[in-house]
């Protein structure tokens, strides 16, 4: 079982930088791969970037490459998306979540958590 809790979710006008979190617990999180999702008003939730927690091969959506930067601190058990030149087409309600198979695959995405809502302002 895999918890995971994102804070960090708010107003921002277009341009500006928000940085979510996403903080995991639960005996076995080490063994996923760690992605945010996000979904818009009428629209399917898609994923926006994905990373192991070992450091390995990352993903993102070209929607986001070059704005958006996902990264992990081990220590702290957290996963972030750093996300700058926000645009309104990024304002959705963002979802964290856990996979234990490819991360760049968005249908195997086993937990999730509560979504934070990110509004980008123009």
């Known amino acids: 079982q895999v918890q995971l809790v994102e804070s960090g979710g708010g107003l921002v006008q277009t341009g500006g930088s928000l940085r979510l979190s996403c903080a995991a617990s639960?005996?076995?999180?080490?063994?996923?791969?760690m992605g945010w999702f996000r979904q818009a008003p009428g629209k399917e939730r898609a994923l926006v970037a994905a990373?192991?927690?070992?450091?390995?091969?990352?993903y993102y959506a070209d929607s986001v490459k070059g704005r958006f930067t996902i990264s992990t601190d081990n220590g702290k058990n957290t996963v972030y998306l750093q996300m700058n030149s926000l645009k309104p087409e990024d304002t959705a309600v963002y979802y964290c979540?856990?996979?234990?198979?490819?991360?760049?695959?968005?249908?195997?995405?086993?937990?999730w958590g509560q979504g934070t809502q990110v509004t980008v302002s123009s």
């Open positions: 979540a856990a996979t234990l198979s490819n991360l760049g695959d968005s249908r195997w995405y086993d937990y």
């Open positions: 639960g005996r076995t999180f080490r063994s996923y791969a």
């Open positions: 990373i192991d927690w070992n450091g390995g091969p990352t």
